[in-house]
């Protein structure tokens, strides 16, 4: 057991929980559902199964397999978090935020935090933001 790496994955996996903590905050007190348990708990796996990936699999294709089934496990999650009836669909803007958290966790697990920084800043503030510019009529989740 390596403390180093210990610690060097719990920087990184923390890196992921703080910078989805924003977007969290917003889904907490505005949506019904997905909030301060789902968006770091997102952030963080897909951070840890693009860790465990880089340092199990060797070569760009096989870390490529791993990051495409990240995507497609968010993709599943993100759709359980989509409402649709006969008059509305509700749970879309969430279900984006999931996938954002995600690709936020992968480019942590590869160092790359300028990317995770501006997905945590441009999330928060198209949820922060963006909701009053929402065509009158549709269902708007708070």
Known sequence: MDVGLIFYHFYQL???FVLALPI???REHR???????TFPLVAISACAFMLVGRDVYQGGGAEARVMYGIVTGIGFIGGGAIIKTSRYVAGTATAAGIWLVGAL???VAYARYEISIVLSVMGFLIFQF???MKKQGELEEH
């Open 14 to 16: 923390g890196i992921a």
């Open 24 to 26: 969290a905050y917003n």
């Open 31 to 37: 949506a019904n559902g997905a909030g301060l348990r």
């Open 105 to 107: 966790g992968v480019s």
């Open 130 to 132: 963006a909701g009053p």
